[in-house]
């Protein structure tokens, strides 16, 4: 079956710009994360949406950052007014309800020149 | 907080020799442990998990340990190849699908042949 999807795949920008970044779950997972990886920082954890349950927001790094999920399903991360530190690969990723495997897309590379 | 370390990389090694990825983690209470492998141009994937202490998770001729004693989940692999070549990432998380994953930062493998 279609795994998880990402859009797009690059994304260049200039610093002061929003970007969107999307993300498509596997269907029927009702889990929906999003990451960050950086040479700098690794892997870090932005935020999660569990069903119709309010997002746990408590890794997004500034109020420049904010995400919405649209009917359970899609996800999409809006970065406002982009600062060149925000260059990194942006990682969605989806597990089901009893489950603890996270399943990730192949990302999104963000570059704010 | 919760954390995860491990050891840096690069790490170079020939074809069929041992391989070990140390790990350790900072952790209240008892949180799953997995490793998660990025192959070359290729998205995250669950390599191997374990939920409770001694349990053992194995894949692909790895194998880690849950080690609470020791806080720790080292990687293992008795005769790598080269196809094993890429960047493991040893993560904790708590609650199945509810909560989010903590990465360490990486560790580079090469295998020459």
């Known amino acids: 079956g279609a795994g998880v999807s990402q859009s797009p795949s690059n994304k260049v920008t200039e610093k002061g710009k929003d970007v969107e970044l999307r993300c498509d779950p596997i269907?029927?997972?009702?889990?929906l994360y999003w990451y960050r990886q950086s040479l700098g920082q690794g892997l870090e954890f932005l935020i999660y949406f569990q069903g119709n349950s309010a997002p746990d927001k408590s890794g997004l790094p500034s109020d420049r950052f904010s995400a919405e999920r649209t009917g359970g399903s899609v996800s999409t991360l809006t970065i406002q007014r982009t600062q060149q530190e925000d260059s990194a690969v942006y990682l969605c990723a989806s597990s089901p309800l009893r489950g603890d495997e996270q399943f990730f897309g192949p990302g999104t590379r963000l570059t704010v020149l | 907080g919760n954390s995860v370390t491990q050891m840096e990389g690069p790490v170079t090694l020939s074809e069929e020799a041992f391989l070990t990825i140390n790990c350790t983690y900072t952790?209240?209470?008892?949180?799953?442990l997995f490793w998660y492998v990025q192959y070359p141009g290729e998205g995250l994937q669950l390599l191997l998990k374990a939920t409770k202490a001694d349990d053992k998770g194995s894949n692909k001729g790895f194998e880690a340990t849950y080690r609470k004693e020791t806080t720790s989940f080292h990687l293992e692999k008795g005769s790598v190849q080269v196809s094993d070549s890429a960047v493991y990432f040893c993560a904790l998380s708590y609650g199945g699908s509810q909560g989010n994953l903590i990465f360490g930062k990486g560790t580079k493998l090469s295998v020459k042949p």
């Open positions: 269907s029927g997972h009702t889990a």
């Open positions: 952790a209240t209470g008892y949180p799953s």
